[in-house]
């Protein structure tokens, strides 16, 4: 069956660092990955969508890649700040276009 | 625009009561999904639907039903409501596949 594995334990940084979060998969073959970013108590929004073909996307401080090799996607966020501090959920998404979401990494930055 | 609009917001049932959580959006989106939320479980895929008529099952349907008569609306029954039903519950909508766009959600309470 599918599998997507995002780290459980909880990411501390300091902030100014770069946040590297990882989410890998097995069974699958993702025509895309998403990420997500979810406060408490709030919805997920939507951050970033890579393509199987694509190596890498950037979005201001936000950068994923994604190697389909490896089955794996890495998430960095460079110049953290307090503010990023939430959980973020990474989303393969296979031919039906639904994504199915890995359970999060929960990051907190330091002041 | 209001985007994708969850009710109610809470909710609290009987073991046994049947109910509708209502999810609509505005921004005419093709694609529209139902996840629930459990704590270490992340988001699971209950019903999901591609168009105004259009519905298949996730990974979690059991004792839940949908129907998409328009693309505005995709309401989520709970025909016989569980204790294992207790959760919180995301409406998702996306035009193209990808981006998906959350609800504020629902919480459920069944006792």
């Known amino acids: 069956s599918q599998k997507i594995e995002q780290n459980s334990e909880a990411l501390n940084i300091q902030e100014g660092k770069t946040a590297t979060l990882t989410c890998n998969y097995t069974?699958?073959?993702?025509?895309?990955l998403q990420w997500y970013r979810q406060d408490p108590g709030r919805g997920p929004v939507f951050l970033l969508l890579?393509?199987?073909?694509?190596k890498e996307k950037r979005k201001e401080r936000l950068k994923v890649t994604f190697d389909t090799t490896l089955k794996q996607s890495l998430f960095h966020i460079t110049a953290s700040q307090p503010a990023d501090s939430a959980t973020y959920l990474c989303?393969?998404?296979?031919?039906?276009?639904?994504?199915?979401f890995g359970r999060g990494t929960s990051l907190i930055v330091h002041p | 625009n209001a985007g994708v609009t969850q009710t109610p917001k809470f909710q609290v049932l009987k073991t046994g009561q049947s109910m509708t959580l209502q999810c609509a959006q505005d921004?005419?989106?093709?694609?529209m999904s139902w996840y629930r939320q459990d704590p270490g479980m992340g988001l699971r895929l209950i019903h999901y639907?591609?168009?105004?008529?259009?519905?298949d099952q996730g990974e979690v349907p059991n004792g839940y039903n949908v129907s998409r008569s328009t693309t505005e609306d995709f309401p989520l029954r709970l025909l016989s409501a569980a204790p294992s039903q207790t959760s919180v519950y995301f409406c998702?909508?996306?035009?193209?596949?990808?981006?998906?766009?959350f609800g504020s959600g629902t919480r459920l309470t069944v006792v």
């Open positions: 921004m005419n989106h093709e694609y």
């Open positions: 998702a909508s996306s035009y193209d596949k990808g981006g998906y766009t």
């Open positions: 069974n699958y073959s993702p025509a895309y």
């Open positions: 989303a393969p998404t296979g031919g039906s276009y639904i994504p199915t």
């Open positions: 890579i393509r199987e073909n694509e």
């Open positions: 639907s591609v168009g105004a008529g259009i519905t």
